[in-house]
């Protein structure tokens, strides 16, 4: 009976599921989706090649030199990077000395002991980048109603956020004549920009790199897609600093089950050797 019941309850699942692949079906040839402009228009992120794609990738210290130099001459004139502490920044390579230099060029919130008031001051390398607006109220009275988000964690919260930063950072552009002629009602507003890399492909922020912009040390060509590649790579070791560390981790522990696995099989054999089969 019990065999019986589970061949009847079996096949009121299955009967259950092909009803609702067929209601699913029906309703999608009387009614197909509507084509919508994000659909149609949204790009997905190109695939740069970075340094540290893959098993064996590894992060290049003078690229996240680079990138933190245009954090620093661009982006930190908007974005925060509050999760990040200057000390850190020995991991790019920077001696202590460099290190509280970088430090000493950024003011960080403080109280006067003096007087007791709000004040500020040299940042020292225990510091963290400090934020660049005191709450949003200020961020939005700055950026047309806008608040620029943190980046310590944006090549994190994004899919694919390393070639997701660089696509965005590259792709503004004029919005297609195809879109505005299928999509008239998609024209981007007033005060904001289109950028298909975006979710919404209207974005506040403007084009913030073009060429030139920042004069590499290191002799580097000043080009836009330069830029924009070093400060993903400088954001995404932001987000994942321990990544190389991870990886190292990883392979170690796969070599260690490979060979562990060679070691109880030959265990196996040697245990039951005088049994038959």
Request: charged share 20%.
């Amino acid at each position: 009976m019990v065999r019986i019941g589970s061949i009847f309850i079996g096949i009121g699942f299955a009967f259950v599921l092909l009803l609702g692949i067929y209601d699913t079906v029906r309703n999608w040839i009387k009614e197909p989706p509507v084509a919508t402009v994000e659909h149609e228009f949204h790009k997905h992120p190109e695939k740069v090649g970075f340094s540290f794609d893959g098993l064996f990738g590894r992060y290049d210290q003078r690229q996240l030199q680079r990138g933190l130099q245009v954090y620093k001459e661009v982006c930190a004139a908007c974005h925060s990077l509050r999760l990040v502490s200057f000390r850190d920044l020995t991991a790019l390579g920077y001696s202590e000395g460099q290190v509280k230099t970088i430090a000493k060029g950024f003011q960080v919130p403080s109280i006067n002991p003096e007087t007791g008031e709000a004040a500020t001051r040299d940042g020292i390398p225990a510091d963290r980048f400090p934020l660049v607006y005191a709450n949003d109220v200020a961020a939005r009275a700055a950026n047309n109603n806008a608040i620029p988000p943190d980046l310590s964690l944006m090549a994190k919260a994004r899919h694919d956020g390393s070639n997701y930063l660089y696509s965005l950072l590259t792709g503004y552009q004029d919005q297609p004549a195809e879109l505005l002629e299928k999509f008239p009602e998609a024209k981007t507003p007033d005060g904001l920009h289109y950028n298909p890399y975006f979710a919404t492909m209207n974005i506040a922020m403007a084009q913030p790199i073009a060429d030139g912009q920042v004069t590499y040390t290191d002799g580097t060509a000043a080009t836009k897609e330069n830029y924009a590649k070093d400060v993903a790579a400088f954001l995404t070791w932001a987000a994942e600093p321990k990544m190389g560390a991870r990886k190292t981790a990883g392979l170690a522990s796969i070599i260690f089950l490979l060979i562990f696995c060679f070691l109880a099989y030959g265990a196996k054999k040697e245990v039951w050797r005088n049994v038959k089969d």
